[in-house]
């Protein structure tokens, strides 16, 4: 059964400090992995990553991907109280089945 | 539309009736997800629609879970004779047929009581 892992499940960080956030991937026929931020209802697109070892970057938030190891992480330097969301990952396949797998998220608090 | 549009946003129903949850999906988008979020839980996959393919219905807990989308534009999904553990967001989302990002909805709060 395909499946994504994330951890931590929870992290509580000063406002400032640097996170580090990973996804673990198990999954058939990989296209891609994708990060979305979620504040209340909607998750917000962040990142997709289709190649290994290429960064991408959007202001504080960063992330790559590894597909030898299957794992991918999301970095936000100098965090900001509002940073404070649900961070989830999710995978999605190819062949003609784009369903989106996700996993249980990350919900990061940032302290001012 | 600009983006995609979920409607009602919130619904308070009895246990045992039915409901109906709607989904506008962006214009253009080929591919349809619904979601479930349990308070405090990740996103649980219910159904996918892509194009005129065959909907990936894994995902459906059991046979009062419906939905169906006219061609590529609105999607419905039926609840039938709910109960207090169908209480949750229902979230939809959509994404073009190649681009694989895709864009949720503000989401329904069904609460049955």
């Known amino acids: 059964e395909d499946k994504v892992v994330q951890s931590p499940l929870s992290l509580v960080v000063h406002e400032g400090d640097t996170v580090t956030l990973n996804c673990s991937y198990e999954?058939?026929?990989?296209?891609?992995l994708l990060w979305y931020k979620q504040e209340k209802k909607a998750p917000t697109f962040l990142f997709m990553l289709?190649?290994?070892?290429i960064e991408k970057k959007s202001g504080r938030l960063s992330s790559i991907l590894d597909k030898k190891e299957l794992f991918s992480i999301l970095n936000i330097t100098a965090t900001q109280t509002g940073d404070s969301a649900v961070y989830l990952c999710?995978?999605?396949?190819?062949?003609?089945?784009?369903?989106?797998?996700f996993g249980t998220g990350t919900r990061l608090t940032i302290i001012p | 539309g600009a983006g995609v549009s979920q409607s009602p946003s919130n619904k308070v129903t009895e246990k045992g009736k039915d409901v109906e949850l709607r989904c506008d999906p962006i214009?253009?988008?080929?591919?349809l997800y619904w979601y479930r979020q349990r308070l405090g839980q990740g996103l649980e996959f219910l159904i996918y629609?892509?194009?005129?393919?065959?909907?990936?219905k894994s995902g459906l807990p059991s046979d009062r879970f419906s939905a169906e989308r006219t061609g590529e534009s609105v999607s419905t999904l039926t609840i039938q004779r709910t109960q207090q553990e169908d209480s949750a967001v229902y979230l939809c989302?959509?994404?073009?047929?190649?681009?694989?990002?895709?864009?949720f909805g503000q989401g329904t709060r069904l609460t049955v009581v």
């Open positions: 989302a959509s994404s073009h047929r190649v681009l694989t990002e895709a864009f």
């Open positions: 999954v058939t026929n990989f296209r891609s």
């Open positions: 289709t190649s290994s070892g």
């Open positions: 999710a995978s999605a396949f190819s062949f003609g089945n784009e369903k989106l797998t």
């Open positions: 214009s253009g988008h080929t591919a």
């Open positions: 629609f892509q194009g005129n393919s065959a909907p990936d």
